[in-house]
């Protein structure tokens, strides 16, 4: 056994001040291995070793010396004094875990395996889905003629082959124009308008309202060059560019727009005239224009896109009556309603002519129209615009209004967002045009999906428009762009008629010459009166119905099981 002496030191720590000479016989057991002042010294101990080693391996036997130092062949006695040396508790350190107990160690290792299992079997399950949502549309497409594309992309106007395309304007160079204009100035006002029935704020699906017919109410749809204060303002030389707020909403909200629409341009001396042909587009109100599902073709079906906008218009009309209070009072404005005779009554609408300047020498004004008043919490008077929103069948939008309305009332205007993006834009737009303090949207729904006569209505929102405009990132200053880029085109141009048409197939907007003659005799396709329109089903003819949907949906169910 190596040994020798430590020399004591009586005086303190550390060694002794005098040197302690170390005696031949105190070294004569050490291990010396020969080695050359060229070589490069190894390390001296290595404990990066486990020095607990959890079982005896095979290379080094059960008699393995726990420290394992080789010393060589020529080492003097090095395996008899490891073979002797023992340690007091040689058991392994005990591990911890450091997420749990051992079992859970156990689990981690079957993870991967469960978590392909999972992944696989969802896979599986979305791919089902997929399926009969595919079946679903095919049997919901069957036998209702061709795509949406064919109807949606088709021109709002025949394009004549005497007509001269002047030019094109594409959609993208409207989303980089900006303009900033003024307050406008109110000229005149006319007509007369009820107070808002505060009862129907608190409409919802569980206590709705059956939508009523005012059959005995006239609305007017009465273009630019046919309104008689229009013709005045112009004769007095109040403005250089005439027009309606539905006409400039048309082009503020161009960019957002799908269907093919049309604007009829006059320049008569230096004054230009915006106007619309007799039955345009612009007179009905889209229904899913922006919406990726396809909607049937044929005009006679209940859900086409024609069939839609007639019946968005009508239940527009009438919810923008129902909801104001007809006591018989009503806030006349300074001229009576221009276009309604003594003989008939007409609806309460109020026409804002208001005129903005555009630059130094350019002025427009506009007919804007509010259909109600309502007292504030001020004790003031709010001028409101109404407008509805309709809901002819929850398969197309995905979302059933009358159990998403009241827990989900985001995910419904979400929705409306994305499927009408442009209808909601130019309501906001004229909102905005006629100065209305509040915006009040209706959601008006079917009472049965194949029933396109009787609607109920579920709920009635209010929003501020300039707010509003900021919630679907509808730009002023961009609309206004719009606006005065295409009155600077048309002041260019001749005395003549005109006509700007969106392109039924691609995001541009042409200008055409047209003879001064065109549209004079055109021929208006007007929707059949109700007498003779399709009649909704029977009460036995939608069990039936209803049964056999059931059915259908049970069978496809099991065949998705399967």
Same mark, same amino acid.
């Given at each position: ?31 010396? &291995?020969?080695? /050359?002042?060229? *070589?490069?010294?190894?390390?001296? !101990?290595?404990?990066?070793?486990? #020095? =607990?080693? @959890? ?96 109807? &949606?992309?088709? /021109?709002?106007? *025949?394009?004549?082959?005497?007509? !001269?395309?002047?030019?094109?304007? #594409? =959609?993208? @160079? ?389």
């Amino acid at each position: 056994m190596v040994s020798f002496n430590v020399p004591y030191n009586p005086d303190g720590w550390g060694p002794p001040e005098a040197p302690v000479s170390l005696e031949s016989h105190h070294l004569r057991h050490a291990p010396y &291995a020969p080695f /050359s002042k060229a *070589d490069k010294l190894g390390r001296i !101990a290595d404990w990066t070793r486990n #020095p =607990f080693p @959890s079982r005896p391996s095979g290379r080094g036997g059960a008699d393995a010396s726990v420290f394992d130092l080789a010393f060589g062949d020529d080492s003097l006695g090095a395996a008899d004094d490891d073979s002797s040396f023992r340690l007091v508790d040689g058991r392994p350190a005990p591990r911890h875990p450091r997420f749990g107990p051992r079992w859970r160690f156990q689990q981690q290792r079957q993870l991967p395996q469960r978590k392909d299992e999972e992944v696989e079997a969802r896979r599986r399950e979305a791919e089902k889905e997929r399926q009969r949502r595919d079946r679903l549309y095919n049997q919901n497409r069957a036998g209702a003629g061709q795509r949406r594309e064919a109807a &949606a992309f088709r /021109s709002s106007v *025949d394009i004549q082959p005497e007509w !001269a395309m002047l030019d094109q304007i #594409p =959609f993208s @160079s409207f989303s980089k124009l900006s303009y900033a204009v003024g307050e406008p100035e109110d000229i005149v006002a006319c007509g007369a308008v009820e107070f808002y029935d505060r009862s129907y704020d608190r409409v919802n699906p569980k206590s709705d309202r059956k939508l009523e017919r005012f059959k005995n109410r006239t609305f007017f749809k009465v273009t630019t060059t046919d309104d008689p204060v229009i013709r005045r303002l112009a004769n007095e030389d109040k403005a250089t560019v005439f027009a309606t707020d539905t006409i400039l909403a048309a082009l503020m909200c161009s960019p957002r727009s799908v269907y093919s629409w049309d604007i009829v341009v006059q320049r008569v001396g230096n004054k230009l005239f915006f106007d619309k042909r007799d039955g345009s587009q612009l007179d009905l109100l889209s229904v899913n224009e922006t919406s990726q599902e396809p909607l049937p073709e044929a005009k006679e079906d209940i859900n086409s896109a024609y069939s839609l906008s007639v019946e968005a218009a009508y239940v527009n009309q009438n919810f923008s009556q129902q909801v104001l209070v007809r006591d018989g009072n009503r806030i006349a404005f300074e001229e009576p309603n221009p276009f309604a005779s003594e003989s008939e009554e007409p609806a309460s609408v109020a026409y804002r002519y208001r005129r903005w300047k555009l630059d130094e020498n350019i002025s427009l004004v506009a007919r804007c129209e509010v259909h109600g008043t309502m007292v504030d919490t001020k004790g003031g008077r709010s001028l409101l615009t109404i407008n509805a929103l309709n809901e002819f069948d929850p398969k197309y939008s995905g979302v059933d209004w009358r159990q998403k309305l009241e827990t989900q009332r985001g995910a419904v205007l979400a929705t409306e967002l994305k499927n009408n993006a442009n209808k909601l834009a130019r309501w906001t737009a004229q909102a905005l045009l006629s100065g209305a303090d509040i915006m009040k949207l209706g959601y008006v729904s079917r009472a049965h999906p194949r029933d396109h006569f009787n609607h109920v209505i579920l709920s009635v929102q209010g929003y501020k428009p300039r707010e509003f405009a900021m919630q679907i990132n509808l730009n002023t200053s961009n609309m206004w762009g719009i606006v005065k880029s295409i009155v600077d085109l048309c002041l260019k141009l001749n005395e003549g008629k005109y006509v700007l048409v969106k392109d039924p197939s691609k995001p541009q907007v042409r200008l055409y010459e047209v003879p001064a003659d065109a549209f004079e005799n055109d021929y208006v396709e007007e929707p059949l009166p109700e007498e003779e329109q399709v009649q909704p089903p029977t009460e036995e003819e939608s069990n039936a119905a209803s049964a056999a949907v059931a059915a259908s949906r049970d069978a496809e169910e099991k065949d998705a099981d399967v």
